[in-house]
Structures are given as C-alpha cells and as structure tokens.
C-alpha cells in the first residue's frame, strides 16, 4: 500500500487522491479473488462527472469475488512529487499499486486522453507496450465509444470490449478467474477471451497497407479471433447506479444522475452516438421514480439530471417530471440534451415553477437547408418559438450550440448563424423589458468512423479560422458570449478518431516529447504532435482532411456496431441531396441494420 503522507501537502487540491469518500467500496484485498482498476484517464474532478466508471463500479463490487477500485490521472504537480519519490500509480480505495491488480480497465470517451493512458501506464511502472508486458503484468482492457475504433491504441491494449461493457465484463472475469486458478500464460487467456462476443484482442489481428497509404486487408492470425467484431447490445438496461460514490471537492457535474434511456433514434448524421448507441431503451418512470428516491436517500443530492441522449424524447416526460417534483418538491432537476422539435411549452412550465437551471439547445446549423443535411430538421420557426417561450416564463440566460466545418456549409450558413442570434436576441429583449443574456459556444465538427459522414474530409484549419472571424465580427456585442474552440484541438481529435494502426507510433513518441493532458488548453501543444508526425513519416492530413472512397476499407471495418455499411451510404447519399430521413420511433423502421438483430428493433420493423 502507497504511503502519501510525505507528498500530498505539496500537491493541489490533495482531496482528489485521498479517497475514502462517501459510498466508496474498500474490500478485503488479501480474500478477494479477483482485483480490477477502472481508470478514467483524466482529472478526478472529470472522471468523477462521467457515468461509466460508476456503472462498472457498482456491478463489480456487487460480486463477492470481485473487488473494483477508481483511479484517475493525477495532475502534473502530483505526477511530479510521484516521480520524484518513486511513489507508483495507485487506487483511491485500497492504495495499492496499479500493477499488483489483476485487470486494469479504461474508459475511452475522448481521443485526446490517450496519451494520458500511456503516461498513467509509465506512471505505474507498467510497460506501455502491450508485446513488453509478460504474464506477471495485469490484463491492460479499454471500452467506451472512442475503442469503436481501436486501431490507434491498438499497440497498447491487450483488449478492446466493444459495446455495452456490462455483460461482457462478467464473462470476462469469468474465464480470467477459471485461468488464474490454471496457471496457464497470458497468451492462453487472450486466445480463449477473444471468443466472447464484444471482445477484440488487437494483437490477433494482422493489418496490411497499401503502397498509398489505405488498408489493404485486417485479417484474424488465429482461429479463435472472428473476421468480425459485433458490439455487445443490451436487451435490457441494467438497474441504474443509485449509490455512487460522491466527492468531498467540487466536480465537473456536482450532482446525481440516473440514465432514463439508452439510444436515440432521431439519427442526426454528424452524431457518433446516435449511431452506435442503438436501439433507445428505455426505463419506466416507476423505475426512475425508485432510483431518484434511492439516490436522494443515499447521497444526499438535492438536484438531479435525467441523463439521456435525448431527454425530451423520454416518453411522458413531462409526467415524469411533474411527478418528481410532487415526491421532492425542493429538487432542481436538469435535463441535458433537450431538443427545440419535441420540447414541450408544458415542461417549460413545470421546470419554470421550481428552482431553475440553465437551458440549453443545439441548432447545430445556422440554415435549415444545412440542417436538413445533417439531420436535425429542425425548422427557425421553431427554435424562435421555444427561445420567446423560454424568454417569457422568466429564463434570462439562454445557450446556444453550433458546429462549424459541417459538410456542405457555406459562408451563407455561417452568415445565418448571425441571424438566427440575431433574433432570439430581438425575442429575448422585447420578453418584459429584460436583457437576455445570450451564450453562443461554437465547436469545429469532427467527422467520426460509424456514421453517414465517415467517409466526408475535415475542413482545413483555414477554413475554420475563417469561419471563426465572420461569427466573432457577426455576433461580439453586449448579452452575448461568443465561446469558440481550437482548430488544432479538433484537428487532432479528427486524425486519432479515424486513424489506423500506424498512428500507435505517433501517439508513443508525442508522449514522449511530453504530450499529457491534451484536452487542457494548458498543455495542449500540437507543435509535439506534428514532429512525431514527422518522425513517423505520416501525414496528418491523410487522416483528417482525406475524402475516404465509398468503397475504402476503412481500419474500424472489422467492427460491426449494428448499423449496417449499407444504411450508412443511403445516409450519406440523401445528405448529399438534402433529404432528411424521419426519426423510427415516430415513423417506419429505416432498416438501419439493427432490425434483426435486437428484440426492440424487431417489434418495431414488424410493425411497419
Ligand atoms: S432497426 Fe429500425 S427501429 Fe431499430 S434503430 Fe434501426 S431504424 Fe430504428
């Protein structure tokens, strides 16, 4: 067990170290069999916000034989004082060094965490390369939506679970627990876990080029490893995380939160999670009626968030809604992820009788001709009528998200976003008297593998930059902040999400060169990233800036998430066309691919 007393005061905030808080989970570790640390490779204060973890968490420590432990990056202060007094990675509930685990797990939900991973590795005096660890090293696995394309980490995990990791974690520590009492090697394991189905052992795998630079051919080297991937689906969802542990500091998302649904089927193109998130599921309210009492009773929270991709679509939400609040009267609830076309004056004014959050919408386009590409076919009309609503029950703050860079946008559609400001703004003045105050956060779209668009290039870093200056001349005034992000930030996530296996050397060496924490404007430095480019002798604008061939053997073609190869092109043609495809819960089934594979879908097909 690590002792920390000689560091901590040296650090800052130490809290995010200490553990021991509310609900954490401190087993026997000496009579329990089998021991996994789930990491969320960044700040406590984000990892503590984000909803994996937990759910992993809780169905582990659920199980006698299993005990489940969190680590998360530690700062550049306390990596320094770690360092510098030998002191390895260790777990928040136990101490005990990462490398006396038996399964190391990461959550992957954002590329520009992976050279976090490789640091936290180093860091736990564990070889960073998956061919350097031998039998006494512990199992190096990664899930989460980013490992739907594997292949840049693949020179680093031992395996990948695609999907919902609920089920296929169980099976694993299964056939773990069966070969530990064997004694037989590592390799044994790896053959034997890259039968069950969700699991992708990338070292099974062969992957060829071509002299251009595309893959040429992903071939299995063993029978035990499939052609094919297919991502682990629930029928069910699994009971919610109704006793997570909870921070002794701030966080990110201060607050308790129960997944009302899984999946979206609004099927906007540009979205990676509506895609491999398929099909909704959804909980009944009596079930998040019990887990919001359960997790008021065992966390003390007094607000909530209905956590859903789309918490307006949730069925009879303004039931739910109006019920919660009748059951606990002084709770402020926040929903995220409200849509305009489906929102409901009816929520609007129930939220507005109790405490308020803020409210947030996402046009994403400045035009409904740019929208209609994208699939979010929502009209102006529409968002002018919500913004006069919201601004006539008394909201005064209102966010408005947009993405730059989308395909086929032109300057007109930037133009538009003015516009569309514009008048909200008007609205929001002329609602009694008061002055709205208006925040605009624009992001650069990243094209992601698994959607109708993953074929489409990334507009140039120029392009972006011109954007950026028709909006910040457009829009700039009083009430109205304009928030905008990095071009080079998005132009680095845009290579690591559609990159292949070769992008494993560039990542190493940009770690090397001393690249951690990426996703913080403070230690972000693409100037590293681009000499390991060089070093590697790749193109970044080969993966990024690149329009694929339909026909391209894509390095995430061995996944098979659901969504067939064949939807996605008619997706992307009728972009292309300007054609918007219906939401399937509303309308017909699209045959999107999943119709035969999941009971939901099924239902749902035959109904049409
Ligand atoms: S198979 Fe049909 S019902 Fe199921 S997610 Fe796809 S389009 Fe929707």
């Known amino acids: 067990m690590v002792c920390l007393d000689s560091i901590l005061h040296q650090v800052t905030r130490p809290a995010r170290y200490t553990g021991n808080e509310w609900n954490s989970v401190v087993k026997d570790w000496v009579k329990t069999r089998i021991k996994v640390a789930l990491i969320y490779p960044d700040l406590y204060e984000i990892g503590m916000s984000t909803m994996a973890v937990p759910i992993l968490y809780e169905l582990l420590n659920a199980r006698d034989d299993i005990l489940a432990e969190r680590v998360y990056a530690p700062w550049p202060d306390m990596e320094a004082q770690m360092r510098a007094n030998d002191v390895p990675l260790f777990s928040l509930e136990s101490r005990h060094p990462l490398k006396d685990f038996d399964i190391v797990g990461f959550s992957l939900g954002y590329e520009l965490t992976y050279t976090n991973v490789l640091n936290m590795l180093d860091l736990a005096q564990i070889p960073v390369f998956a061919s350097e660890r031998d039998d006494s090293h512990p199992l190096i696995i990664a899930g989460g939506c980013c490992v739907l394309n594997p292949e840049p980490m693949a020179d680093f995990i031992d395996l990948f679970v695609m999907g919902e990791g609920e089920e296929v974690l169980l099976e694993l520590a299964e056939s773990f627990r069966t070969w530990k009492g064997e004694g037989a090697r590592k390799e044994e394991l790896l053959h034997q876990l890259a039968t069950i189905p969700g699991i992708y052992v990338p070292s099974l795998y062969q992957v060829e080029y071509q002299a251009d630079g595309l893959v040429k051919s992903i071939t299995p080297t063993v029978s035990q490893a499939s052609d094919c991937i297919q991502r682990r689906i629930m029928t069910e969802l699994p009971r919610p995380v109704t006793r997570p542990v909870v921070p002794y500091i701030e966080v990110v998302h201060d607050r308790g939160a129960i997944e009302i649904q899984r999946g979206c089927s609004r099927g906007c193109r540009f979205c990676q999670a509506g895609m491999i998130y398929r099909p909704v599921r959804e909980r009944t309210q009596s079930e998040v009626l ?238 590293r990233w681009l000499n390991a480019f060089a070093e590697a002798g790749l193109e970044p604008g080969f993966y990024a800036h690149r329009e694929r061939s339909l026909d391209e053997l894509l390095p995430w073609s061995h996944i098979d998430v659901g969504v067939s190869s064949d939807f996605l092109k008619r997706e992307y043609q009728r972009a292309v066309e300007g054609k918007g495809t219906p939401d399937c819960r509303l309308e017909s089934c699209n045959a999107c691919g999943l119709e035969k594979k999941h009971p939901v879908c099924q239902q749902r097909h035959s109904l049409h």
């Open 290 to 527: 019990q887990s919001v009492e359960e997790l008021i009773a065992n966390c003390g929270y007094n607000e909530v968030s209905l956590v859903s991709l789309s918490t307006g679509d949730y069925p009879d939400i303004e039931e739910l809604v109006a019920n919660l609040f009748q059951r606990h009267p002084s709770l402020i609830l926040s929903l995220p992820s409200l849509r305009i076309d489906g929102f409901s004056v009816g929520l609007l004014d129930l939220l507005a009788s109790h405490k308020r959050t803020g409210l947030t919408f996402a046009p994403e386009a400045g035009s409904e001709r740019l929208r209609r590409v994208i699939n979010k076919n929502i009209t102006e009309d529409e968002l002018l009528r919500v913004a006069a609503a919201v601004f006539d029950r008394g909201w005064t703050n209102l966010k408005l998200y947009f993405m730059l860079g989308l395909p086929t946008e032109t300057d007109d559609d930037v133009e538009g976003i003015i516009r569309l400001v514009d008048e909200v703004c008007s609205l929001g003045r002329k609602a009694k008297g008061r002055r709205p105050q208006l925040r605009i956060s624009l992001s650069n779209y990243v094209p992601k593998s698994h959607t109708p668009f993953q074929w489409m290039a990334q507009v140039s870093e120029a392009e972006i930059t011109a954007k950026h200056e028709i909006l910040i001349q457009g829009i700039r005034r009083r009430g109205i902040k304009l928030s905008w992000q990095d071009s080079k930030v998005s132009l680095l996530e845009a290579i690591l999400s559609r990159g292949d296996r070769r992008l494993g050397k560039v990542i190493y060496r940009a770690w090397q060169l001393g690249s951690t924490f990426d996703a913080w404007d403070e230690y972000f430095d693409y100037t």
